[in-house]
């Protein structure tokens, strides 16, 4: 069946390191890929998705590539700060979904000062 | 807009009680997706409704029974509470009217329940 998996966390950085999370995944069709990210004590919210083989999104310096060849859409950042500390989830959904969401088990980023 | 609001924040219940999550909406989306998040868990679908009178069941439903009545609302009844339900639980919606995946969803801010 259709699957994501990322890293285990929790990753820790100094502030100011290049993060990388790693994601692949299994599915059906052509979905949709997605990062959601989860603040403390806070609800999931969109970080950046892309919709085709190719696409890069982006947002709030964090990046991710739609790599079809590789079944992967990992997330990167130039630059942590100690704000980007939370946990993000990898995600996938399309036709072949349902339009539901299919997540990661979520990756726990920690940066220090 | 408020988005997704849910009540309550935190529950603790006994085991064998109900009760009934609210989750609300006020972007006038079609879809609605109930999930739980274990630790170190990704989120599991519990229930998903692609409008007002349709629901369906997701990845797992046992123990959980919903209803869409309107657009807005969509609330989860825990019947029987076990303490496996134990969890975070989250509601979301999303536009669209297919399921092609591309449309964000939009996260409630949970409500933690504690089955003892």
């Known amino acids: 069946g259709d699957s994501v998996t990322q890293m285990e966390g929790p990753v820790t950085l100094s502030e100011e390191a290049f993060l990388t999370i790693n994601c692949t995944y299994t599915a059906t069709g052509y979905p949709s890929l997605f990062w959601y990210v989860q603040y403390p004590g806070e609800g999931l919210q969109l970080l950046l998705k892309?919709?085709?083989?190719?696409d890069k999104g982006s947002n709030k310096g964090f990046e991710a590539t739609y790599r079809k060849e590789t079944t992967s859409f990992h997330l990167e950042k130039g630059s942590v700060q100690v704000s980007d500390s939370a946990v993000y989830f990898c995600?996938?959904?399309?036709?072949?979904?349902?339009?539901?969401?299919?997540f990661g088990q979520g990756t726990e980023l920690s940066v220090k000062p | 807009n408020a988005g997704v609001t849910q009540t309550p924040k935190f529950r603790i219940l006994k085991i064998g009680q109900s009760m009934t999550l609210q989750c609300a909406q006020d972007m006038n989306h079609n879809y609605m997706y109930w999930y739980r998040q274990d630790p170190g868990m990704g989120l599991k679908l519990i229930y998903y409704?692609?409008?007002?009178?349709?629901?369906d069941k997701g990845e797992v439903p046992n123990g959980y029974n919903v209803s869409r009545s309107t657009t807005e609302d969509f609330p989860l009844r825990l019947e029987l509470a076990a303490p496996s339900q134990t969890s975070v639980y989250f509601c979301a919606s999303k536009s669209g009217t297919g399921p092609s995946g591309v449309d964000e969803q939009y996260f409630g801010p949970g409500t933690r329940l504690t089955v003892t």
């Open positions: 409704s692609v409008g007002a009178g349709i629901t």
């Open positions: 892309a919709t085709k083989a190719d």
């Open positions: 995600a996938l959904s399309g036709y072949n979904q349902g339009g539901k969401l299919i």
